[in-house]
Nanobody
Framework: QVQLVESGGGLVQPGGSLRLSCAVS????????MNWYRQAPGKQRELVAI???????NYADSVKGRFTISRDNAKNTMYLQMNSLKPEDTAVYLC?????????WGQGTQVTVSS
């Protein structure tokens, strides 16, 4: 059974930084695209960043220049480095991946940006 587990969320002041991780475990033959999404209360789920299997990355305009997505294929882990955080970045951050040609979601990690 494949599982995605996020970690690294927490409370941070505006202007601060956090690094999220998404670890994939289980029987893994291939991991294709890996994505970070976020969902704030009362809002639709938003795609934050995408990274392909060969590490090509794309970002939502709202995070471009502040967030960096990366992955370590040897560790089956994806990261999201978040800098210059703003209160509007507050949300549950979820990872998504296509593993063995099937889609999987993590359970999410809370990020709160507040003074």
């Amino acid at each position: 059974q494949v599982q995605l587990v996020e970690s690294g969320g927490g409370l941070v002041q505006p202007g601060g930084s956090l690094r999220l991780s998404c670890a994939v475990s289980g029987t893994i033959n291939s991991i294709r695209t890996m994505n970070w999404y976020r969902q704030a209360p009362g809002k639709q789920r938003e795609l934050v960043a995408i990274i392909s299997s060969d590490s090509n990355a794309n970002y939502a305009d709202s995070v471009k220049g502040r967030f960096t997505i990366s992955r370590d294929n040897a560790k089956n882990t994806m990261y999201l480095q978040m800098n210059s955080l703003k209160p509007e970045d507050t949300a549950v951050y979820l990872c998504y991946a296509i593993v063995n040609s099937r889609s999987y979601w993590g359970q999410g990690t809370q990020v709160t940006v507040s003074s």
